[in-house]
Every structure is written in structure tokens, then in C-alpha cells.
């Protein structure tokens, strides 16, 4: 498979690749927080996602997140993009790009939309300047990647509203792990307990426990702790907030909870995190310089 990947310093990563009968299987390969968009270019591609068929014709794009399950495969030949929400956090950005209601946590069936004949050179040329950045190797690698991951979705998201004006809902597991998910993008700062999504759920914290032991690969509380670990390596390594004000801001009442939360979790404490970031980032800037 002709593939790119970037990985950044913070467990950012984004991968491209062409793929083909022979190593399509790679859209079963999807980690923790992974989202993904697969653009075929065949003439057909026959996918189960979830225990459902799932037919896409050429240059159709479909939309999946870690919580998806694709099974058989039959295909000719596609693209894939891949990246993690460390690289993007889809709901930090606009609304039009938000992921309630849109590509990847909104909609109750697997999104698929279809390239239209006048914009497909727009996603041809985009996919060509992402090739040729994945090979920049600077340090405005990562932003100028995000930017057009942002366009992508953008474009994405404006042909997926259009050709779906009506997007039921139902009672599908998925669903519900998806608004949870949302949830917690919202509230991991104020709500850190499984109880508390629970109840805006309405659902027990037992339902939800049992749901993600079925469907989900990690727990609801394990899902809420990762989110705060983002917001927290994010903020050691591109802000200069001290550390006691980062515990606050991501809602430890005392830098003592935070920093053992942190050791858990990254088996180092922030202040060791964020003297490692600096040593990294003064390496690279002398490669470059």
C-alpha cells in the first residue's frame, strides 16, 4: 500500500494510503479515538459495517469512527485517510465542522456521501497537496496538515447535508456510545464521573457500563479520563499555563489529585512531561535552524 504517515509529538497522528484488494483489510486496522474516511475510487466497493451491507459506488466517501465494526470487504481500489483526535479534536472547531449531527458522531447509519462530477477536482487537488506536505518534515507540518484535514471535512460535511436532509435517529447502541462520546467532549472539564453523563442520558451508569463492555473496547470512566490526559498533554506542551493552572482548568480541585492522576496514567509526572516536550522542541529547532 502507497501510504504517508505523520505522527507528532503528542500522539498526533495522520495516515494516507491507496489501497486495493490486497491490503484493504487495513480499514479494520482503526485504534482508540481513531476516525476514518474512505474514498472510493472503483467502480464499486461492498463493505459490512456493523452487520450491515454497505455499498458505495465511485467516488462515494464513507465515514467511520473506532466504534464501527467492518467485517467482509470487497473493493477495488480507494483512498483512506485515518487520523486520531489528538490531531484533530473535531468538536473544538466551528459548528459547521462540529461532530454533532455530521460525519462522525451525529448520524444513527454509516454517513456516505457522493462526490459530485463539478467538485471532484477540489478533492483531487486536495488529496495531491496532502501527499506532498506529508513529506514537509518542519515544524509547520502539523499545522498546515490540520488545515486542509479541516477543509477536507468541511467539504465533507457541506455534500453530506445536502444529500441527506433527513437524518433519523434510532435506539442503536452506537448511537448512544456516540452521544456519550459527545458528551464528554463538552463537559470533561466540569463532569468526570460516569453518573454524571448517565443522567444526561438518562440511562443508569450500570446501562452504560454493560453497553460498553459489549460494543466498546474500553470503559465509560476509562473514556473520560483519556479526555482530560488530552487536554492535559496539550496544554503542558503548547501553553506556558503553570501546572496548578492547568489542574484547575481541567477540573482538579488541588494540583495533588492532578499530578498523581497524571503519573497514573502517563507514568510520569507534568513536570517531567513538559521538561520532556521542551527538550524535544529545542532539538528539532536546532535540526531545522
Not at 454497505?54 to 467511520?64: A, D
Not at 447509519?109 to 471532484?120: D, M, W, Y
Not at 520532556?276 to 536546532?286: C, D, I, M, P, V
Request: net charge positive; glycine share 6%; with cysteine.
Amino acid at each position: 500500500m502507497d501510504i504517508h504517515e505523520f505522527r507528532g509529538r503528542n500522539y498526533e497522528y495522520l495516515r494516507l494510503g491507496e489501497i486495493a484488494p490486497g491490503n484493504h483489510t487495513v480499514l479494520k486496522e482503526r485504534g482508540a479515538g481513531e476516525l476514518t474516511l474512505f474514498w472510493n475510487l472503483g467502480e464499486k466497493a461492498s463493505l459490512t459495517v456493523d452487520g450491515v451491507r454497505t455499498t458505495l459506488g465511485r467516488n462515494q466517501i464513507l465515514s467511520v469512527t473506532e466504534f464501527h465494526r467492518i467485517g467482509e470487504m470487497a473493493l477495488q481500489k480507494g483512498r483512506l485517510i485515518t487520523f486520531n483526535r489528538p490531531f484533530y479534536c473535531v468538536i473544538d472547531h466551528d459548528s459547521e465542522v462540529s461532530c454533532k449531527g455530521a460525519l462522525f458522531f451525529g448520524a444513527s447509519k454509516v454517513p456516505v456521501l457522493s462526490i459530485p462530477e463539478e467538485g471532484l477536482e477540489k478533492f483531487e487537488i486536495l488529496w495531491d497537496m496532502f501527499r506532498i506536505e506529508m513529506q514537509s518534515y518542519d515544524h509547520l507540518q502539523i499545522e498546515m496538515l490540520q488545515m486542509m484535514l479541516k477543509r477536507l471535512i468541511i467539504l465533507c460535511t457541506r455534500l453530506y447535508r445536502e444529500q441527506n436532509t433527513l437524518l433519523p435517529r434510532d435506539d442503536h447502541s452506537y448511537d448512544l456510545i456516540r452521544e456519550f462520546n459527545f458528551l464528554v467532549e463538552q463537559h470533561f472539564r466540569t463532569k468526570h464521573k460516569v453518573r454524571d453523563y448517565a443522567r444526561l442520558l438518562h440511562k443508569s451508569p450500570k446501562t452504560l457500563s454493560n453497553l460498553f463492555t459489549s460494543v466498546a473496547r474500553k470503559s465509560p470512566l476509562q473514556f473520560i479520563h483519556e479526555r482530560k490526559m488530552l487536554e492535559a498533554r496539550r496544554l503542558l506542551h503548547y501553553t506556558d499555563k503553570s501546572i496548578k493552572e492547568i489542574a484547575y482548568e481541567i477540573g482538579f480541585e488541588d494540583i495533588g489529585t492532578f499530578g498523581r492522576f497524571f503519573k497514573k496514567m502517563e507514568k510520569i509526572s507534568p513536570s517531567e512531561y513538559r521538561a520532556g516536550q521542551e527538550g524535544k522542541t529545542a532539538y528539532l529547532s536546532g535540526i531545522s535552524a
